[in-house]
T-cell receptor, first 112, second 115 residues
């Protein structure tokens, strides 16, 4: 089935050690989003790609970067993870002209 | 700062009852409204979307929208234990570019359906 797939489901990284989270989609959607959701909090948009155009949220820390090498893949890079970056990271996609966003299973990041 | 407010709960209802979940939003220009269900440790799953004032029904779920009051609600009829989850209200930001849907989420209401 067409879907949004995030890898890995669980990631443990060391404080300050760069980490990359992956998202792929078979939906051929134009837009890909990265959200951060901390425990008992609302998902918070970090940035999104509209095709190749990158759109950063004003309050997203510089520590967070993203790459979209092609339509199907999008990566979230955390350059120097801190303890406060422990969260569920959610990738979502949507198609131009269709309002609904579809989420992947999420990657739960633990920083030790 | 555009906000979406929900009562965090927990909201407990007996099996078979109607569960009523409420949400208010501050971005008056928002045009698209969504309810997501999120089981513990899982990602959000879209269950309802609504764009016009009034009611929209889908099976046991009814979404209600009142743009003048900036209010969205979700009714779940004949609640089942499997409905126990956190329900997130999400609003498409008015400043979203054409064709993209940047969502502002509420913190969610935790629903518990008691057998």
């Amino acid at each position: 089935d067409a879907m949004v797939i995030q890898n890995p489901r669980y990631q443990v990284t060391q404080f300050g050690k760069p980490v990359t989270l992956s998202c792929s989609q078979t939906l051929n959607h134009n837009v890909m989003y990265w959200y951060q959701q901390k425990s008992s909090q609302a998902p918070k948009l970090l940035f999104h790609y509209y095709d190749k155009d990158f759109n950063n949220e004003a309050d997203t820390p510089d520590n967070f970067q993203s790459r979209r090498p092609n339509t199907s893949f999008c990566f979230l890079d955390i350059r120097s993870p801190g303890l406060g970056d422990a969260a569920m990271y959610l990738c979502a996609t949507s198609r131009r002209g269709v309002t609904e966003a579809f989420f992947g299973q999420g990657t739960r990041l633990t920083v030790v | 700062q555009k906000e979406v407010e929900q009562n965090s709960g927990p909201l407990s209802v007996p099996e078979g009852a109607i569960a009523s979940l409420n949400c208010t939003y501050s971005d008056r220009g928002s045009q698209s409204f969504f309810w997501y269900r999120q089981y513990s440790g899982k990602s959000p799953e879209l269950i309802m979307s609504i764009y016009s004032n009034g009611d929209k029904e889908d099976g046991r779920f009814t979404a209600q929208l009142n743009k003048a009051s900036q209010y969205v609600s979700l009714l779940i009829r004949d609640s089942q234990p499997s409905d126990s989850a956190t329900y997130l209200c999400a609003v498409n930001r008015a400043d979203s570019g054409a064709g993209s849907y940047q969502l502002t989420f509420g913190k969610g209401t935790k629903l518990s359906v008691i057998p």
